[in-house]
């Protein structure tokens, strides 16, 4: 392998060309950042140790030509100014490692032999290395599995009508992305399509939020509002967590589905909608009708046509379609390119039973790639969350965990991560708070740590 050094201290040129020669590595020097570039495009080297503060062109500068070229090279930057925005800029533009003067030679061997190993990894045989092609398709719904196939299918024949739809599915299963399929297939395509998250409003906020009011209906009322069905016209309503309604508002919910009519709160004018309700869940609305907190009535006008989706521990099959979709999306959107998975860290993926679904996989690999320093994806880039990978099936163990113990395995890792901080335990997880509850109710669920 070949490493270059572009340091203007022939002393440091000498030093750290000495530990490379000893790895086994094929060193040129260069004085300064126009040289240095002349010699890679000539000689090719794998590895470049770049000092920040050179005469004439600095390293930021060379760093960003190489960036813009696609010039694939590992790159540590070395400086003796240790300013934080020098910091956040060098590694922004992709550096591998950053490293202070005076030069600690065994923190400087360390992040060669990172590299090394990246490399060895990513040309190696003995490993796999998943190779993520294809571009990312905004609202693009993923999967091969039957169950996802037969979604697809009703999709099709919902998108044909405009009768109510009811999905359901755990939290981050996506739920939205369904009913935004079903929309913009639709002969309303054209038309908007309104989400509203049902179980974040209080009751009288809540029935303001979808049929509007008027000025001074209520404290606060300072102006007339319109509605998110005011709004909707002829297009789409999204209503998700529907289960949590209140009663109060099921009845005027109801009434728009029947009569196509609704007032704003406070006001007296009959105003009518043609817009399509479609609905989402992660409760069991028929037992919430069992004990009275969900109308029957309501429930069937709802539940005209219902689509269930799958966990992703369910449809494991396409975790590396998701991989793949996801990445491309996290790339497209960070300008970055890490279009490879080791293998190792693909079957740690595949394996983890994901509570929080597609949303807590995207969490994840956001952080992943957030941290990753090359275009390879490897157990070191995953986030605390899973600080060896996720956990893998031992051949040899004698029984298997439970489903409930492996979530609240994990749930109490992430709180315990988040510091039990349960809003930002929520939001890595991908779930609601009324799930997270849920789970550390369970007589089954480990005490909190003192």
Request: hydrophobic share 40%; charged share 25%; proline share 4%.
């Amino acid at each position: 392998m070949k490493a270059l050094i572009v340091d203007d201290e022939e002393g440091i040129r000498k030093t750290l060309g000495m530990v490379l020669s000893e790895k086994g590595y094929q060193v040129f020097t260069a004085e300064d950042g126009q040289s240095g570039l002349k010699i890679i495009e000539e000689a090719g080297p794998e590895i470049l140790i770049l000092d920040i503060r050179l005469p004439g062109m600095d390293g930021l500068e060379v760093l960003r030509t190489l960036r813009a070229q696609r010039v694939p090279i590992s790159v540590i930057m070395i400086t003796a100014f240790q300013d934080m925005e020098t910091t956040v800029q060098a590694m922004k533009l992709g550096a591998y490692e950053y490293i202070h003067k005076p030069i600690d030679l065994v923190e400087f061997e360390t992040a060669i032999d990172k590299i090394a190993g990246t490399m060895e990894r990513s040309t190696g045989s003995n490993n796999e290395i998943w190779e993520i092609s294809g571009e990312y398709k905004v609202d693009d719904i993923v999967g091969k599995t039957a169950c996802m196939k037969e979604i697809f299918k009703i999709i099709g024949l919902a998108a044909g009508t405009g009768t109510t739809v009811l999905i359901r599915g755990e939290s981050g299963t996506g739920k939205e992305l369904i009913a935004r399929a079903i929309h913009q297939n639709s002969p309303r395509a054209d038309e908007p399509f309104v989400p509203v998250n049902c179980s974040t409003l209080v009751e009288n906020l809540f029935e303001s939020e979808l049929f509007g009011h008027e000025k001074g209906s209520f404290t606060g009322a300072s102006h007339q509002k319109k509605g998110k069905i005011e709004l909707a016209q002829d297009g789409t309503i999204f209503l998700d967590e529907v289960g949590d309604i209140s009663l109060t508002v099921q009845v005027k919910l109801l009434r728009f589905l029947q009569e196509r009519e609704f007032e704003r709160v406070g006001g007296e004018e009959i105003l009518h909608s043609g817009a399509r309700i479609i609905t989402a869940t992660n409760r069991e609305l028929s037992a919430l009708v069992a004990t009275k907190q969900f109308r029957e009535d309501l429930y069937f006008r709802l539940n005209v046509l219902e689509i269930h989706v799958p966990p992703l521990r369910q449809r494991k099959s396409d975790i590396p379609l998701l991989v793949e979709h996801l990445l491309n999306k996290i790339n497209a959107s960070m300008n970055k390119s890490v279009n490879k998975i080791h293998g190792d860290v693909m079957d740690a993926i595949i394996d983890y039973p994901w509570p929080g679904n597609v949303r807590e996989l995207e969490n994840v690999l956001t952080r992943s790639v957030v941290l990753c320093k090359g275009d390879v994806l490897e157990k070191d880039c995953l986030p605390c969350l899973l600080p060896e990978g996720a956990p893998q099936r031992d051949p040899t163990a004698g029984h298997i965990k439970s489903l409930d113990t492996v979530v609240n395995e994990h749930v109490l890792q992430a709180l315990q991560f988040t510091n039990w901080h349960k809003g930002e335990t929520c939001r890595l997880l991908g779930i609601s708070r009324p799930t997270l509850r849920r789970i550390m109710s369970r007589p089954d669920f480990p005490a909190r740590l003192q």
